[in-house]
């Protein structure tokens, strides 16, 4: 932990004057806490998910906003992880009291908002967080479960979300995206690639260093981008992998401890820009609300330029 710290700082200390993120858009309902994000190509819209308020809203072209999804609609609970894909919106959605917890993947047709599929997972005894999700060639979901450190698998001939592997290695697993065919997710020791066809685990090491506490994970050309809100100062970082796609052999900062970052959460690439939300403000909200609702403000979303 404290080499990662380190080389955060160095890094973002030789790269804070070359920093060129702008505001891509801007959400005026505050109370969204917002914490997925989605690119759709096929209509230039962006989908952003909303913890607090339970539902999916959509940017089009233009930058008008709209609810794709309305509040609790199809059951739907508090919505994290979102992927654009194969012309639909896969969505990554928890509900939880003190009698029942429910982990829950929503399936929504990206052309007129209607449900297709809905996978829950209630375990009696067990705790379930569904927090991202990467889709695979086949149209199969890749689920990262935080709470129970595994991977579920959510597929079109299964009525509930499938246990596909569970490893100590997983332990607080939350960023998870497809590179080559690979599963690649970071966990509570780095980086890992999950063979979909075997469940082989390989460490995708960084020599000499240790990126953890990564959120939002995606793929682009021969690099993951990280968004990462756990160690600091937070950041946006690209990690290039080499040309056998067994470590990382060097990392770039594309923007760390910028002024409007409020617990920035998840991306998305779009053309040769990554999205990302920007100020979740996900520190103001405990127990299913809101703390402290005048100091909310509008959410942004911000975008980087990828190389």
């Not at 917890?101 to 829950?120: E, T």
């Not at 999700?133 to 149209?139: E, M, V, Y």
């Not at 990564?214 to 756990?230: F, M, T």
């Amino acid at each position: 932990m404290r080499s990662c710290i380190l080389f955060l700082f160095s890094a973002a200390f030789q790269l804070s004057l070359a920093q060129n993120v702008e505001i891509a858009f801007r959400l005026a309902e505050k109370d969204l806490i917002p914490e997925g994000i989605a690119f759709d190509p096929s209509t230039k819209s962006f989908y952003v998910s909303s913890i607090n308020k339970r539902k999916i809203v959509k940017v089009d072209e233009k930058g008008s906003s709209s609810d794709f999804i309305s509040s609790g609609q199809d059951g739907i609970g508090e919505v994290l992880g979102l992927k654009a894909a194969q012309g639909k919106l896969w969505s990554c959605n928890n509900l939880s009291s003190d009698t029942m917890s429910q982990a829950m993947i929503h399936q929504f047709d990206l052309p007129n908002g209607k449900l297709v599929h809905k996978w829950v997972l209630m375990v009696k005894g067990e705790n379930h967080f569904f927090n991202d999700l990467a889709i695979s060639s086949a149209g199969e979901a890749f689920i990262s479960d935080s709470d129970f450190g595994a991977i579920y698998r959510a597929s079109q001939d299964r009525q509930e979300p499938e246990l596909w592997l569970k490893d100590n290695r997983l332990r607080d697993i939350n960023g998870i995206t497809m590179v080559k065919g690979w599963i690649v997710v970071n966990a509570y020791l780095g980086f890992y690639k999950v063979n979909p066809s075997t469940k082989e685990i390989k460490t995708l090491p960084f020599p000499g260093y240790f990126p953890l506490g990564i959120d939002g994970l995606s793929a682009y050309r021969q690099s993951l981008i990280g968004v990462q809100n756990v160690v600091f100062p937070v950041s946006i970082n690209q990690y290039y992998l080499n040309s056998t796609f067994d470590q990382i052999e060097r990392a770039k900062v594309l923007v760390a401890n910028h002024p409007k970052f409020d617990v920035p959460t998840t991306g998305t690439v779009a053309g040769d820009w990554f999205y990302f939300i920007a100020n979740s403000q996900l520190l103001n909200f405990e127990k299913g609300k809101v703390k402290e609702p005048l100091k909310l403000k509008e959410v942004l979303i911000m975008k980087v330029h990828l190389d």
